[in-house]
């Protein structure tokens, strides 16, 4: 049994063929998947399918791409999808200095008010940080007051970040570049992190494994993410899937709704 505890199913690249792609991730032994909402329409279509797909939760939130998007109709907006049993989180939210493609400083009002949010609606939060650690963990311990409730998806730093998001509290996601043959950094962290706080992801359609890389990543390939990290760790792939598992469950609390 798996989670894949960050999909993007609404993505075109999914949606289309989403049952042959669910079917796949069920015979996988995939049995619940999170699906994270990147931006105001992208969340209604996360509310609409996590109400007809068995096994499917979903976040609303608006990605630090789309930042310039985020204001109070659409985060009222968020609020009342939030209300509907199987939506577990805020996100993604966070900073992306990498691409830049929403200025900083709208990138950090959104994310504070999604901090914000999630806060106000007893939720976690699914954090994106990509370039920009020091300025997401500072915020986060600010806004936080040192106790944060959430997971560093797709996780990319380095071991003193990876020790910050840790004291917050958090969990931290770890996705398909694990694979990688020249990811040793990142299966340090692995090594380093406590198996109590890691959940695996695919983050898909996005950072497909090393066995399908380039290619279109499903839920279903979680499994060569948790491969990944029971080597690192020298654990065996059932303990990883367990205890994995039972921390995105714990952290989204997915036996809602089932
Ligand atoms: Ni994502």
Do not use: W
Request: a negative charge; glycine letters at 6%.
């Amino acid at each position: 049994m798996l989670i894949d505890s960050h999909a993007h199913l609404t993505d075109r690249r999914l949606i289309s063929d989403l049952e042959e792609i669910l079917n796949r991730a069920g015979e996988a032994e995939v049995e619940r998947i999170v699906t994270v909402g990147a931006d105001p329409a992208d969340n209604r279509a996360v509310a609409k399918l996590v109400r007809k797909a068995p096994g499917v939760f979903g976040t609303v939130g608006v990605h630090p791409h789309d930042a310039k998007a985020v204001t109070q109709g659409v985060l009222a907006e968020m609020a009342e999808l939030a209300t509907e049993e199987r939506i577990v989180a805020i996100g993604e939210t966070g900073l992306d200095f990498y691409r830049d493609l929403s200025p900083r400083d709208r990138q950090e009002m959104a994310f504070v008010q999604q901090i914000r949010l999630a806060s106000e609606l007893d939720l976690p939060l699914v954090v994106h940080s990509r370039d920009a650690h020091q300025r997401t963990l500072e915020i986060l311990e600010r806004e936080s007051g040192g106790a944060a409730r959430g997971v560093m998806h797709c996780f990319s730093g380095d071991r003193a970040i990876a020790d910050r998001v840790l004291a917050l509290g958090m969990y931290i996601g770890i996705a398909g570049p694990v694979t990688y043959p020249n990811a040793e950094d990142l299966r340090e962290i692995v090594r380093h992190v406590p198996l109590e706080r890691l959940m695996v992801e695919t983050d898909c359609p996005y950072l497909a494994p090393q066995k399908y890389r380039g290619k279109r990543n499903e839920p279903a390939y979680v499994m060569y993410v948790a491969e990944a990290v029971a080597q690192a760790k020298d654990l065996r792939f059932d303990e990883v899937a367990r205890v994995t598992s039972h921390n995105a469950r714990d952290l989204f609390g997915l036996a809602r709704g089932e």
